[in-house]
């Protein structure tokens, strides 16, 4: 398991208390930001059956932290029940702001593969995090065998997000899971935030409806939004992504530079 604590300090980010266990690893980035401290997240770019993987980050008060994880994760392929996990536990204090910059999980043929994120944040926390899942399609020569994504967001008592992506195509034909439909590619970007610096048309203005392409959003009873995409075309996908992450950066950035 890998653990770190992010602390903000004269106007500086450090990682303080870190314990890294292969192939788990945050690193500083390069990138220069007004608000953000970047940080790389380096993780196996495959995963097989019994692989195991744990990540456990805490960001004190005050601290602005951007982390890109840095390729996509491949489950490669499994003949038996065994299964891959990934487990990410993130706790962010009052004033902080965690910013997770889009992870991809492309489970692959025969594969079996669960994640678990687990969230807490204080209640003046802000939380923007995304991520892309490869979800298959009936072309698949032998679809993975089931694929699990369990997401937990709470503030305190209070459970803001509980999002379950649970596919096994053992169960249901590859192309008919429901809401899902037939697309290949399902995205997520959640925003957690006590006030959300715009106003939710300049979201929805930035999501297109393009043949092979759905994309919507949905308000979290006032503590924050949900945008969630349905797509064929994977460029178009991370395209479009990327420009509201991007949105969310710049409003972010024009609040949160005059607190430093």
Known sequence: MSTVRLKSRLLKNNMVDYQADDPLKLEKSKASHRVFTNYNFISSDHMTKGDDLTIQLHVDKATNVMVHPTTPIHIKEDTGLEKAEQKIQLHVENEALFFWRMQE???????????????????????????IFHVGTKEMKKPYQACQSLTEVWTEDDC????????DPSLDAIDQFGMLENFAYVATVWYIAKDIPFDEWDVQQRLSQAKNHRAGMSDLDGKGIVIRWLSHDLELLKQEMEDVLSFFDEKITEIRKWRN
């Open 105 to 131: 999980i492309i489970p692959e043929e025969s594969s079996r593969f669960f994640q678990k994120t687990n969230i807490t944040l204080a209640r003046d926390a802000e939380l923007v995090w995304s991520e």
């Open 160 to 167: 803001i997000v509980y999002d379950n992506l649970y596919i």
